[in-house]
């Protein structure tokens, strides 16, 4: 079956950096866009960032652009989202999500992923 596992959470201070992997099995994974999604505490989930399949698109949540950058490795299986200059409003548990759309989309409604993994956990201190 379907496995997304995120990693990478953790513990970092305002203005820090961390990057999260998300690594895929069950799937073609080259032909699935992927997106990364967060919800924080108290609040619905919200679109984070997205890639197509071959990596040449992608699409950013206003709040997060010039700071977050999502790639992936198809070769490894694993999509990145790269995130520095961190806020204490980027508290939240981030998820994974994969799509099997079309080969430059890069979806935002979380409607359109069919798989999803488990969250971690990011907490930013101020």
């Known amino acids: 079956q379907v496995q997304l596992v995120e990693s990478g959470g953790g513990l970092v201070q305002a203005g820090g950096s961390l990057r999260l992997s998300c690594a895929a099995s069950?799937?073609?994974?080259?032909?699935?866009?992927m997106g990364w999604f967060r919800q924080a505490p108290g609040k619905e989930r919200e679109f984070v960032a997205a890639?197509?399949?071959?990596?040449?698109?992608?699409d950013y949540a206003d709040s997060v652009k010039g700071r977050f950058s999502i790639s992936r490795d198809n070769s490894k299986n694993t999509v990145f989202l790269q995130m520095n200059s961190l806020k204490s409003e980027d508290t939240a548990v981030y998820y994974c999500?994969?799509?099997?759309?079309?080969?430059?989309?890069?979806?935002?409604?979380?409607?359109?992923?069919?798989?999803w993994g488990q969250g971690t956990p990011i907490t930013v201190s101020s």
């Open positions: 999500a994969a799509t099997h759309t079309y080969s430059l989309a890069t979806p935002s409604a979380e409607n359109g992923y069919d798989y």
């Open positions: 069950g799937l073609t994974f080259s032909r699935y866009a």
């Open positions: 890639i197509s399949w071959s990596g040449g698109n992608t």
